[in-house]
């Protein structure tokens, strides 16, 4: 859990209970005492009314609540937007979880504004990608997550099929494609691979770490450079 997320979750717990005390909070969010008093004592510092002390236990004071989430108008319509661009490309699971966190939003919007977003004249029918495609890039959006090692069989344009070992690094949609950015391990170098292209696909229990010169960001940078020296050269 991030900082951030952390201290909103102990002025979260701190307000839904009449007295909270740091082995309380250290229990639910599941760090030290040290952190909670550290944490506490941050928030107080920013203004937020807490009252109580270390080994006593912390309240709320009365009347205390958090600004709520607003959207306006043109902000609701490019959520709906986006939702409604990227649901007939992303994998199944996430269009689904898309779906339900666009409808929390306009549910607590004001009428008007939910009126405006959802009646958008913005749409986007579905495009590209087959069901099994969708469903292999789920398999491959987890395995990046969870940092498991890829085993699958490629067709390249010209037709001939290798066995692969990889690293998922991340799943990029080029429109109507998409494609797995890897390190492979079979040609020791990043690859990609269009995911419609992808066969035979086992996610293995051998997980991977970063190293340097086979991450995310080193893909980025090596990508970069050959931009800009591909620009240097036509410009000269």
Not at 158 to 181: D, H, Y
Request: charged share 30%.
């Amino acid at each position: 859990m991030r900082r951030a997320e952390r201290l909103f979750q102990i002025v979260q717990l701190i307000r839904g209970r009449r007295l909270s005390t740091a082995a309380f909070l250290a229990r639910r969010l599941e760090v030290s005492d040290r952190t909670v008093y550290r944490d506490v004592a941050d928030l107080m510092a920013q203004g937020v009314p807490i009252e109580g002390e270390a080994g006593v236990g912390y309240r709320m004071q009365s009347g205390f609540d958090l600004p709520p989430l607003m959207f306006t108008k043109d902000e609701a319509q490019a959520l709906v937007a986006a939702v409604r661009i990227a649901q007939t490309r992303l994998d199944a699971a996430l269009g689904r979880h898309a779906e339900s966190a666009l409808s929390k939003v306009l549910a607590v919007l004001p009428a008007a504004a939910r009126a405006a977003a959802e009646s958008l004249a913005i749409y986007a029918p579905p495009v590209g990608a087959d069901e099994a495609t969708r469903k292999r890039l789920e398999t491959l959006r987890l395995a990046a997550e969870a940092r498991h090692k890829l085993r699958f069989s490629y067709t390249d344009l010209q037709g001939n099929i290798s066995e692969r070992i990889v690293r998922p690094l991340g799943c990029v949609c080029w429109s109507a494609v998409w494609t797995l950015s890897a390190w492979c391990e079979s040609r020791e170098a990043f690859r990609s691979f269009r995911v419609d292209r992808i066969a035979a696909l086992e996610v293995l229990d051998e997980r991977f770490r970063d190293e340097p010169g086979k991450t995310l960001a080193d893909l980025f940078r090596q990508v970069e450079s050959q931009m800009a020296e591909r620009d240097s050269s036509t410009d000269a």
